[in-house]
């Protein structure tokens, strides 16, 4: 376990970061490419791709330290990056895209994406009823977004509207499963148990104020494509805004309907309001605050995380992050021990899981973590290189023992993860 910290620690410092404001690398061009800490823009600048087409990809690969090497080789509370001190190739995805003309409005246009995925994160982010038992690896295959998009001008709006139809990310919180938008490796406890992570349906988007967005959707469900547990639609949509030249924008989010097999009448809730506020030049506030409710069950979930995110030039930032957030009932958190578990879980299936997929009860949970974002220069065809190490510390504030093999108050962990895009 040293020698991990250690080959961490080594792979960090030999990185070259040039001079305080220096050039070395052009700033990004494209919104897909824009770190978080720039992300103070219209929702749908994450959602549509910029004008014309193209085809572009990412490489994400990463590891996590646990400290404390558990048995199980599990980081509880932890989806994406949940095996310890075990190298993960998180995502390899190619994309095909096109995006409409912001700035022709006033004219009909149309946009489409069509995005190849396989990785490590696919056991988490598949949707139900696509390609999601299709082996039992780590590594697993999918599409996760495929999507047509027609742009309608409309008298006594700022942008007209647009109409999504097919499978599409859900820009829901401070984290998102495209790794290129995020500030760290590892993701909060709100995106991972508070959040829905893709759709299937159709989404409509009113550009009614050069300031306000309006969004509505009509999915399969929560994580669902083909197979619905319940048969059943939901609701998807909310309101994003901007203020102060852009430097303030807000968006506020709500998932609503039945996700629980066989039952078509209880609901599931889940409300995320994230704020991303441009301080200064250089230092950047996201606030996500978050809340989910199961009726089957009477659970509550909720919780707040608070990013701070400091530019130190063009190749280097750094940022900390804490997080508090609440499983009321022990409904939400758990681990997730065989690779298919969650999905089973996600489908209803009738099967046994493995013994170490558990929950961690009612339980409060506080986890803090710091990182530095590091963007060396990187030889064409490569369009860029992003080296994130982390270190984050996860407690229970309730007394309850979830991490470490279901023995320990609290975990430590070190991590690393490369995102390559090309």
């Given at each position: 376990?040293k020698?991990t910290v250690l080959?961490?620690?080594l792979?960090?410092?030999s990185?070259?970061l040039?001079?305080?404001?220096g050039?070395?690398q052009?700033?990004?061009?494209?919104?897909a490419e824009?770190?978080?800490?720039?992300m103070?823009?219209?929702?749908?600048?994450?959602?549509?791709?910029?004008?014309?087409f193209?085809?572009?990809?990412?490489l994400?690969a990463?590891?996590?330290?646990?400290?404390?090497?558990?048995s199980?080789?599990q980081?509880?509370?932890?989806l994406?990056?949940?095996r310890?001190?075990?190298?993960?190739l998180?995502?390899?995805?190619v994309?095909a895209?096109?995006?409409p003309d912001?700035?022709?409005?006033?004219?009909?246009?149309?946009?489409f994406?069509?995005?190849?995925f396989?990785?490590?994160d696919a056991?988490y982010?598949?949707?139900t009823?696509?390609?999601?038992?299709?082996t039992?690896?780590t590594?697993q295959?999918d599409?996760?977004e495929?999507w047509i998009?027609a742009h309608?001008?409309?008298c006594?709006?700022?942008?007209?509207l647009d109409?999504?139809?097919g499978k599409?990310?859900?820009?829901?919180?401070?984290?998102m499963?495209d790794?290129?938008?995020?500030?760290?490796?590892?993701h909060t406890?709100?995106?991972?148990?508070g959040?829905?992570f893709y759709g299937?349906g159709?989404l409509v988007?009113?550009?009614?104020?050069?300031?306000?967005?309006?969004?509505?959707?009509?999915?399969?469900?929560?994580?669902?494509?083909l197979?619905?547990?319940n048969?059943?639609?939901?609701?998807?949509?909310?309101?994003?805004?901007n203020?102060?030249n852009?430097?303030?924008c807000?968006?506020?989010?709500?998932?609503i309907?039945p996700?629980?097999?066989?039952d078509n009448?209880d609901?599931r809730y889940?409300?995320?309001?994230?704020?991303?506020?441009k301080?200064?030049?250089?230092l950047?506030?996201?606030?996500?605050?978050?809340?989910?409710?199961?009726?089957?069950?009477?659970?509550?979930?909720?919780?707040?995380?608070q990013?701070?995110t400091?530019?130190?030039?063009d190749?280097?930032?750094v940022s900390?992050?804490?997080?508090?957030?609440?499983?009321?009932?022990?409904f939400?958190?758990?681990q997730?021990?065989s690779?298919?578990?969650f999905?089973?879980f996600?489908?209803?299936?009738?099967?046994?899981f493995?013994p170490?997929?558990?929950?961690?009860?009612?339980?409060t949970?506080?986890?803090?973590?710091?990182?530095?974002?590091i963007?060396?220069?990187?030889?064409?065809p490569?369009?860029g290189?992003?080296?994130?190490?982390?270190?984050?510390?996860?407690?229970?504030?309730?007394?309850?023992?979830?991490?470490?093999d279901?023995?320990?108050?609290?975990?430590l962990?070190?991590?690393v993860d490369?995102?390559l895009?090309?």
């Amino acid at each position: 376990m040293k020698r991990t910290v250690l080959t961490i620690v080594l792979l960090v410092s030999s990185i070259p970061l040039g001079r305080a404001g220096g050039t070395n690398q052009p700033p990004p061009t494209t919104a897909a490419e824009k770190p978080m800490e720039m992300m103070n823009m219209p929702m749908e600048s994450m959602w549509s791709p910029e004008p014309g087409f193209r085809v572009l990809g990412w490489l994400e690969a990463g590891l996590t330290a646990n400290l404390d090497s558990p048995s199980d080789r599990q980081n509880f509370g932890r989806l994406l990056d949940d095996r310890s001190n075990e190298p993960l190739l998180n995502q390899l995805v190619v994309r095909a895209e096109r995006g409409p003309d912001p700035k022709m409005s006033d004219q009909f246009d149309w946009g489409f994406r069509a995005q190849l995925f396989y990785g490590s994160d696919a056991r988490y982010l598949h949707s139900t009823g696509l390609l999601d038992l299709t082996t039992n690896d780590t590594e697993q295959p999918d599409i996760p977004e495929a999507w047509i998009l027609a742009h309608f001008p409309l008298c006594g709006t700022s942008g007209g509207l647009d109409v999504r139809l097919g499978k599409f990310m859900n820009c829901f919180g401070a984290d998102m499963s495209d790794p290129r938008m995020n500030v760290f490796y590892s993701h909060t406890y709100i995106f991972n148990f508070g959040c829905p992570f893709y759709g299937t349906g159709a989404l409509v988007t009113l550009h009614a104020r050069p300031w306000l967005d309006l969004y509505a959707s009509v999915d399969r469900g929560l994580n669902v494509t083909l197979d619905d547990n319940n048969d059943s639609v939901s609701f998807y949509g909310g309101v994003g805004m901007n203020c102060c030249n852009g430097k303030v924008c807000c968006a506020a989010l709500t998932h609503i309907g039945p996700e629980d097999p066989g039952d078509n009448h209880d609901l599931r809730y889940l409300s995320d309001i994230t704020t991303t506020w441009k301080i200064t030049d250089k230092l950047t506030s996201i606030t996500d605050l978050n809340y989910v409710y199961e009726e089957a069950a009477e659970a509550r979930g909720y919780g707040i995380a608070q990013y701070l995110t400091y530019t130190v030039n063009d190749c280097c930032s750094v940022s900390l992050r804490g997080e508090v957030w609440r499983d009321e009932d022990g409904f939400f958190v758990a681990q997730f021990a065989s690779n298919n578990d969650f999905l089973h879980f996600a489908r209803g299936d009738d099967t046994v899981f493995a013994p170490r997929t558990v929950g961690g009860g009612s339980t409060t949970y506080a986890a803090l973590t710091a990182g530095v974002s590091i963007k060396p220069p990187v030889p064409k065809p490569f369009t860029g290189l992003t080296i994130r190490p982390e270190l984050r510390y996860d407690r229970s504030l309730s007394g309850t023992r979830p991490f470490n093999d279901s023995s320990e108050r609290d975990m430590l962990t070190a991590a690393v993860d490369v995102v390559l895009t090309f």
